[in-house]
């Protein structure tokens, strides 16, 4: 396997490695992003949550929102960045990604600001990363146990099952989840991916696993809860199914890429500025 992951166990994890991490928080820079579209409602519980004592800095890009996201964000108190023009979701993760770096972070954790991910559990996501086991870390809503709890609709359920199986297998890894808008990722992981060549909609969280797939970087997972309510962001079951296409898409690029029959740009690794081969 080109890509390693494991699973950390943030209910059961000891309160000695917790009191290691948070020693070793103080040596690192910490920047939580969040990618902001239209998220008035629910901001200000998002940033409340998050847990000031291991966090360095907040950064919030408003991707043209329509709503006082913007206003809400500099009345807050966090670092904001704006787009003139809407960008999309993957859009926005460049420049949050973009601006942490830029800022020093030594440890960049995006959290959707509409609530639906827990901020409190920042300190159990970055855990692994202050130990130095890995270079992302994922907060799997199926390892946490609680998404048909938490709200998830059966159809978005049963569809990501199915595309996380499909995933694994042309991955040949194993995440309980791709799907995940809960994440932390180190500083040599996002310096390592291309991630200007990714795209701007919601199939760039799955494009950056694929690359770090071929950069041999690697992934642990926590589990996580979430809470699906009328605020939070979600995509209905059309743009679904495109989104399932956009996934199968960058599926062949990656295979079609390791095999050596169409390289892609992709798969380019930014930090030795040449494209990086697959080994089974």
Not at 136 to 161: C, D, H, T
Request: hydrophobic share 40%; proline share 3%; with cysteine.
């Amino acid at each position: 396997m080109s890509c390693v992951v494991d699973v950390v166990d943030s209910v059961s994890t000891p309160r000695v490695i917790m009191k290691q991490a948070s020693e070793s928080a103080r040596s690192q820079k910490i920047i939580v992003v969040l990618p902001a579209y239209n998220a008035a409602r629910t901001l200000e519980h998002t940033v409340k949550d998050i847990p000031l004592e291991w966090v360095d800095d907040i950064v919030l890009v408003d991707d043209a929102s329509q709503d006082e996201t913007w206003s809400i964000a500099q009345h807050l108190g966090v670092v904001t960045a704006r787009h003139e023009t809407n960008l999309g979701y993957g859009g926005n993760q460049k420049t949050c990604y973009a601006e942490a770096l830029r800022r020093g972070a030594d440890i960049v954790v995006m959290v959707h600001p509409d609530f639906q991910y827990d901020p409190k559990l920042i300190p159990q996501l970055i855990a692994p990363l202050l130990a130095k086991q890995c270079d992302a870390v994922f907060g799997s809503r199926m390892l946490g146990g609680e998404f048909i709890q938490g709200g998830m609709p059966i159809w978005k359920f049963y569809g990501n099952l199915w595309l996380t199986a499909l995933e694994n297998m042309v991955f040949e890894i194993f995440l309980s989840e791709y799907h995940t808008g809960f994440r932390a990722y180190s500083r040599h992981f996002l310096e390592t991916v291309n991630l200007q060549a990714n795209s701007n909609s919601f199939v760039f969280d799955t494009e950056i696993i694929a690359q770090a797939v071929v950069n041999k970087l690697r992934i642990q997972e926590v589990p996580i809860s979430t809470r699906y309510h009328e605020s939070a962001s979600q995509i209905g079951m059309l743009a679904s199914v495109r989104y399932a296409f956009s996934i199968c898409g960058v599926l062949i690029r990656y295979k079609l890429h390791c095999l050596g029959w169409r390289r892609s740009r992709l798969f380019y690794s930014s930090s030795q500025r040449g494209t990086v081969s697959c080994n089974d």
